[in-house]
């Protein structure tokens, strides 16, 4: 069992950044593949990044790539989203989301836990 939490979220300016978080408890956390969900008023979740085990390999949705950085501290039980350039497009609650993994992977689903969420508002 996996929990999660994200924090970071809130209102920015287009163009500005914010630095979402996600703490995991568990002793195998490092076993994990971490992804990032978003999900914007009447519509879908959909995926954002992902970042392997061991943090060596990443994948991005194109409409982040460039923008968006994905990160983990395994010894802090954390992964994090370094989002910059942000656009009112981007607004949405983002979602933290581990996938036990086999391999050294960053899969962009389907996840087996997820955090409650936290809220991004892009303004224009």
């Known amino acids: 069992q996996v929990q999660l939490v994200e924090s970071g979220g809130g209102l920015v300016q287009a163009g500005g950044s914010l630095r979402l978080s996600c703490a995991a408890s568990?002793?195998?956390?490092?076993?994990?593949?971490m992804g990032w969900f978003c999900q914007a008023p009447g519509k879908e979740r959909e995926f954002v990044a992902a970042?392997?085990?061991?943090?060596?390999?990443?994948n991005y949705a194109d409409s982040v790539k460039g923008r968006f950085t994905i990160s983990r501290d395994n010894a802090k039980n954390t992964v994090y989203l370094q989002m910059n350039s942000l656009k009112p497009e981007d607004t949405a609650v983002y979602y933290c989301?581990?996938?036990?993994?086999?391999?050294?992977?960053?899969?962009?689903?389907?996840?087996?836990?997820w955090g409650q969420g936290t809220q991004v508002t892009v303004s224009s």
């Open positions: 989301a581990a996938k036990w993994v086999v391999t050294d992977t960053p899969p962009t689903g389907p996840y087996d836990y």
């Open positions: 568990g002793r195998t956390f490092s076993r994990y593949a």
């Open positions: 970042i392997s085990w061991s943090g060596s390999k990443t």
